[in-house]
């Protein structure tokens, strides 16, 4: 009982002191969350009813990942240039027809284009919202900012993959009109509220940092976040798994139906959304940045290890729990590191390179990953998995010793 209550405790202090519009932006960022069906079930959609091999149904889903990857440079450099605000609205207005024409395409190379171009609209509202999580937020709560953000984004994650199973047991074309539908709410709420709304401006912070913006003027010129970015792409390649072969994986291996792939993949959302704030409040105040990096990608890597003896139903979500308690510990100190090593006149740079780590391992995660599980079995990708988690942890103890 003592532990329930020091839980409760530290969870209800990870909220205080957030600002109104924080907890709006998440608001936001879990309504348009709550539609995004289509990617998880993307995999098995072309595999089921496209009946496209597992590596072409990999080639799609990488074209997802080329079009974050020019969403993410693009919304970050436009994000510098017009601020925040318009790239949002842009960005979840512009997504709508092409979640309403994408069901139309049904060849492989007409499926790629469609997919890019989604992706691309998509993924400008990442580091637009990120650098609008850093504006709102007290300099003090930056972390636990972006834990709330993703506590959000993670609740809806876990509602739409679930709600998505039922709808794609029906017809996956209600998948791509409800992202629609959800897109035009989070984005009418999002222009209703922060419309002229002013935000934080950390002068003192700009001040003490002016000597690091004669030498960096922009992320992509910054050697040692460069090499913290690129830990960071081979962290997601792993990670991303969850988006891509696992489902297959769910699927073929494990043989379970959509409905219980959709209720597996959301219980990845409420693990995060029960613990992440939590979680993050504790591990900020008792471990060091590189710890956290550190920890959480081990936490990666045992997600994967555990699947190589076993794939029963226990197994299955303890998989998910490792990979979601990875996921609390990677994800909000990423950007936090992000965040630190920009001003505000480039943080769209950095919150868009933080995107573009992510974006690679969507080209990367489902076009390696869906090779390796056809040509040499599921069991061979989680061992390189494993492995590729552990250069990572080495190579954030280094790197993190010069951020």
């Known amino acids: 009982m003592n532990i329930l209550k020091q839980y409760w405790q530290n969870y209800i202090s990870a909220y205080k002191g957030l600002s109104k519009a924080t907890w709006l932006l998440a608001l936001v960022m879990f309504i348009n969350q709550s539609g995004s069906m289509v990617l998880?079930?993307?995999?098995?959609?072309?595999?089921?009813?496209?009946?496209?091999?597992?590596?072409?149904?990999?080639?799609?889903?990488?074209?997802?990942?080329?079009?974050?990857?020019l969403g993410s440079f693009i919304g970050g450099w436009l994000t510098d240039q017009f601020g925040s605000f318009k790239i949002q609205v842009c960005s979840l207005f512009g997504s709508i027809p092409f979640f309403l024409i994408v069901p139309l395409f049904n060849t492989f190379e007409n499926l790629c284009v469609a997919i890019f171009f989604l992706s691309l609209i998509k993924e400008l509202f990442r580091p637009a919202n990120s650098a609008s999580v850093s504006f709102y937020a007290k300099p003090e709560n930056i972390t636990r900012a972006f834990s709330l953000n993703r506590m959000a984004l993670n609740l809806g994650y876990s509602i739409g993959p679930a709600i998505g199973g039922f709808l794609a047991a029906v017809s996956y074309n209600f998948l791509f009109y409800a992202n629609a539908c959800m897109s035009?709410?989070?984005g009418t709420l999002f222009i209703i509220y922060f419309k002229n709304r002013?935000?934080?401006?950390?002068?003192?912070?700009?001040?003490?940092?002016?000597?690091?913006?004669?030498?960096?003027?922009?992320?992509y010129t910054d050697g040692v976040f460069l090499i913290f970015s690129f830990f960071i792409a081979i962290y997601a390649f792993c990670f991303f798994?969850?988006?891509?072969?696992?489902?297959?994986?769910?699927?073929?291996?494990?043989?379970?139906?959509?409905?219980?792939?959709?209720?597996?993949?959301?219980?990845?959302?409420?693990?995060?959304?029960?613990?992440?704030m939590a979680l993050v409040h504790f591990a900020e105040k008792k471990f060091t940045l590189s710890a956290n990096m550190i920890i959480g990608s081990l936490f990666c890597g045992a997600a994967f290890l555990v699947l190589i003896p076993s794939h029963s139903q226990l197994i299955l979500f303890s998989s998910i729990f490792l990979i979601s308690i990875s996921e609390i510990l990677i994800m909000p100190f990423a950007s936090t590191v992000a965040v630190n090593r920009s001003l505000p006149a480039n943080r769209g740079s950095y919150m868009g390179l933080n995107g573009i780590s992510f974006s690679i391992a969507f080209i990367?995660?489902?076009?390696?990953?869906?090779?390796?599980?056809?040509?040499?079995?599921?069991t061979n990708l989680w061992i390189v998995n494993c492995t590729m988690i552990a250069i990572t942890s080495i190579g954030f103890y280094f790197i993190m010793k010069k951020i």
Do not use: C, H, R, W
């Not at 889903?61 to 080329?66: E, I, T």
């Not at 994986?249 to 992440?276: D, P």
């Not at 990367?364 to 599921?378: C, D, Q, V």
């Open 364 to 378: 990367t995660s489902p076009l390696l990953g869906t090779y390796i599980a056809e040509n040499f079995g599921f």
């Open 40 to 69: 998880p079930f993307l995999g098995v959609y072309m595999a089921t009813v496209l009946d496209f091999s597992l590596q072409n149904a990999g080639i799609v889903l990488s074209m997802f990942g080329v079009g974050s990857i």
């Open 184 to 186: 035009f709410i989070a």
């Open 241 to 276: 798994q969850i988006l891509n072969t696992l489902p297959l994986f769910y699927k073929n291996v494990a043989f379970m139906n959509e409905k219980e792939v959709g209720l597996l993949m959301g219980f990845n959302g409420i693990v995060v959304f029960v613990l992440e």
């Open 198 to 219: 002013a935000g934080n401006a950390p002068k003192k912070v700009i001040a003490e940092k002016a000597a690091t913006v004669a030498k960096v003027k922009s992320a």
